[in-house]
């Protein structure tokens, strides 16, 4: 973009039993917009014999948004929703007060090799919407809005931008875009964008200001209605923000909170088991003695 502020490489983190690369948190910024944190997963090739298993695990005051590139999940959760997600489709959780949900790989490819690759992102919630009843909400591809723009592949994911809306039901003014280029192609977005914003570069590249950003680095703009830079051909990126919450979010592990007391009461909650259970799942994944969302290096 033509008003980069920070550059985040992506830093390995485990999930299950494969490496992820973590974009947000970061120390110098824990939030673009209303985007807590963020996971490029994979690509992994799992064998007959790896598969992806996520126990139980709680979260509180966020929604969750996962979309594949490659690959299957299997969602389970609380409120007894089981829904396999696949590429190009949204799963948003909504955890509210609190939701405990599994990820695995469906049972008729446990045995058989496989793929994965996609994005894990956490969105916080307004403050005075962190306490509402949890729900979920599956939106499948074709529910998505595409449209080109001069030569450029645009996909509203979630939220509103450029006088389109997306199906899937957020809670605070943010946009989630995919866009892609088989082409060289100029693209001169701000005007659709507002708030905080970052872009992320899956495949390809781009140049801004006379430098050239590469897959796995994550741009975050000083303004967003200045956002300018060129897609250099078969290039797909992802453009994430909205308006900032005037409060800041506490992270502890699977916890996003505007204040350190709901954090505290949920991991309480958490360790003497009082969470609802998932329909089918006996597991329990222990609070972790440290907060690995806090120990980021530059």
């Known amino acids: 973009m033509s008003n980069i502020n920070l550059i985040i490489e992506e830093r390995p983190a485990s999930i299950g039993n494969f490496l992820v690369g973590r974009l947000l948190p970061f120390k110098?910024?824990?939030?673009?917009?209303?985007f807590a944190f963020i996971d490029h997963m994979?690509?992994?090739?799992?064998?007959?014999?790896?598969?992806?298993?996520?126990?139980p695990h709680p979260h509180i005051g966020l929604s969750t948004l996962t979309y594949l590139?490659?690959?299957?999940?299997?969602?389970?959760?609380s409120l007894g929703t089981e829904m396999e997600i696949t590429p190009g489709q949204v799963?948003?959780?909504?955890?509210?007060r609190g939701i405990v949900h599994s990820e695995r790989t469906p049972e008729r490819l446990r045995h058989s090799d496989k793929n994965l690759h996609g994005l894990q992102i956490w969105v916080a919630l307004p403050k005075h919407l962190e306490q509402m009843d949890p729900s979920f909400a599956h939106v499948t591809e074709d529910e998505l809005p595409v449209w080109d723009e001069n030569g450029v592949t645009i996909k509203l994911i979630a939220g509103e931008a450029f006088g389109k809306k997306s199906p899937v039901p957020v809670y605070s003014p943010l946009y989630f875009l995919e866009l892609k280029?088989?082409?060289?192609?100029?693209v001169a977005i701000g005007s659709g964008l507002y708030g905080e914003s970052g872009l992320y570069i899956l495949d390809g590249s781009i140049d801004s200001d006379g430098a050239t950003f590469l897959p796995k680095q994550l741009l975050v703009a000083k303004d967003s209605s200045i956002c300018e830079f060129t897609m250099n051909e078969n290039t797909t990126l992802y453009i994430f923000g909205g308006e900032p919450f005037p409060e800041p979010r506490h992270i502890y592990w699977n916890f996003v909170a505007s204040s350190a007391e709901l954090i505290e009461?949920?991991?309480?909650?958490?360790t003497a088991q009082e969470f609802p259970k998932i329909p089918g799942e006996t597991g329990f994944i222990p609070l972790p003695e440290q907060n690995s969302n806090f120990n980021i290096k530059k």
Request: neutral net charge.
């Open 69 to 77: 590139f490659e690959g299957n999940i299997l969602h389970r959760d």
């Open 42 to 55: 994979g690509p992994v090739a799992l064998s007959d014999q790896e598969n992806m298993d996520v126990g």
């Open 265 to 270: 009461e949920a991991k309480q909650r958490w």
């Open 181 to 186: 280029s088989t082409a060289k192609q100029k």
């Open 91 to 96: 799963n948003w959780m909504t955890s509210g």
């Open 28 to 34: 110098d910024k824990r939030t673009v917009g209303p």
